[in-house]
């Protein structure tokens, strides 16, 4: 059975309401915008999203933000966005901050059938409010359970048609954790390529991770914060 399919609404087709979705990227480097698009454009709703942060005010995530798509962001990181922060100071959007490293660590256990683990990282904090604390080696733990999607939707640079992915440096950031921790995982991807164009010992994903494929049909590279070099003195 083939997995790829021409554009990112087919791919998404079975979508529905209520869906947990992870989402790649960082920022705006190596999101999945014409899966994004093609959420908005499908009307799910209460969408809990997974992703590091939402994007900017203008893109990414963001887009399922101003159509009240989504229920609950799961995230570490709320600033460059201001309606992902009104909407969350306003009590109209359910928000779960967590340490970006305990995000990152929450998803790779989804992922490895990891279903929980514990770390010091929040002890003592709101972090730790509700949950099993632990105390090992004189320590103190919070128990943290793994995150796992119905979906994952993730960018990579290059993929075979058997789902083998290839990233291209910062676009790596959450992808691959994503890719692993999602029932259905579908890939966007710059290039599209045949079985066995790719090096195998520069494929970061393998393909028994992803389910769909599809080639972008007009990828872009957004700047999230433009900084320049000051004149020497």
Do not use: W
């Not at 460059?80 to 929450?106: C, H, S, Y």
């Amino acid at each position: 059975m083939s997995k790829v399919f021409t554009d990112a609404r087919s791919a998404l087709f079975d979508l529905r309401d209520g869906a947990t979705i992870l989402a790649g990227g960082f920022g705006l480097c190596g999101i999945p915008e014409e899966c994004i698009f093609a959420i908005r454009d499908l009307g799910v709703r209460s969408l809990t999203i997974v992703s590091n942060n939402a994007g900017t005010t203008d893109h990414g995530l963001v887009h399922l933000l101003k159509t009240g798509q989504i229920r609950k962001m799961v995230s570490s990181y709320v600033g460059e966005n201001e309606i992902f922060e009104r909407q969350m100071l306003a009590g109209d959007l359910e928000v779960e901050l967590l340490p970006q490293g305990t995000l990152a660590e929450r998803i790779r256990a989804g992922g490895a059938g990891i279903p929980a683990f514990y770390t010091p990282t929040g002890e003592g904090t709101v972090v730790a409010e509700g949950k099993e604390v632990r105390e090992f080696e004189g320590r103190r733990y919070v128990m943290e359970r793994a995150i796992r999607g119905d979906f994952a939707i993730i960018y990579a640079h290059r993929g075979d048609r058997l789902g083998n992915l290839v990233y291209r440096k910062t676009a790596r950031n959450f992808n691959p954790l994503m890719a692993m921790a999602g029932r259905i995982t579908v890939a966007e991807v710059e290039h599209l390529v045949e079985p066995g164009q790719l090096d195998p010992d520069e494929v970061h994903t393998p393909a028994i991770f992803v389910q769909r494929i599809f080639e972008c049909q007009k990828p872009t590279k957004y700047v999230e914060r433009r900084t320049f070099r000051g004149e020497a003195s």
